[in-house]
């Protein structure tokens, strides 16, 4: 199982931009996920999605600005990131898992089974 991230950049504050996760395995009844590690810190949850994207879970620090979801037949999940901020610099990582994980366990790093390399965001 692959999950190849794309999409990271630089970008100015306030601006948007739209990660994806190719994760060519899954589809429904699974769960996918965004997480990131900003510049010494530990790695948090972002957001995460139930395949098809049906249901979404957000972190509190990106309610409302960020938008996940997942296009079974391009078998890809996006992350589009709006108003971003300094603190949203990070390396974002996507992560997938082929069941359905209630919540709050679905922003839970260690519930999932698979994980990409990454793709940097910087915010300026």
Same mark, same amino acid.
């Given at each position: 199982?692959? +999950? +190849?991230?794309? =999409? =990271? *950049?630089?970008?100015?504050?306030? =601006?948007?931009?739209?990660? #994806?996760?190719?994760?060519?395995?899954?589809?429904? #009844?699974?769960?996918?996920?965004?997480?990131?590690? %900003?510049?010494?810190?530990?790695?948090?949850?972002?957001?995460?999605?139930?395949?098809?994207? =049906?249901?979404?879970?957000?972190? *509190?620090?990106?309610?409302?600005?960020?938008?996940?979801?997942?296009?079974? %037949?391009?078998?890809?999940?996006?992350?589009?990131?709006?108003? &971003?901020?300094?603190?949203? /610099?990070?390396?974002?990582?996507?992560?997938? !898992? %082929?069941?359905? +994980?209630?919540? %709050?366990? !679905? &922003?839970?790093?260690?519930?999932?089974?698979?994980?990409?390399?990454?793709?940097?965001? /910087?915010? #300026?």
């Amino acid at each position: 199982v692959q +999950l +190849l991230e794309s =999409g =990271g *950049d630089s970008v100015q504050a306030g =601006g948007s931009l739209t990660l #994806s996760c190719m994760a060519s395995t899954y589809t429904y #009844s699974s769960t996918l996920a965004w997480f990131r590690q %900003p510049p010494g810190k530990e790695r948090e949850a972002v957001a995460a999605v139930y395949g098809g994207g =049906g249901t979404s879970f957000y972190a *509190d620090s990106v309610e409302g600005r960020f938008i996940i979801y997942h296009d079974v %037949p391009e078998r890809t999940m996006y992350l589009h990131m709006n108003n &971003l901020t300094l603190e949203d /610099t990070a390396m974002y990582i996507c992560a997938a !898992t %082929p069941r359905l +994980l209630a919540a %709050p366990l !679905t &922003l839970q790093q260690g519930q999932y089974k698979h994980w990409g390399q990454g793709t940097q965001v /910087t915010v #300026s």
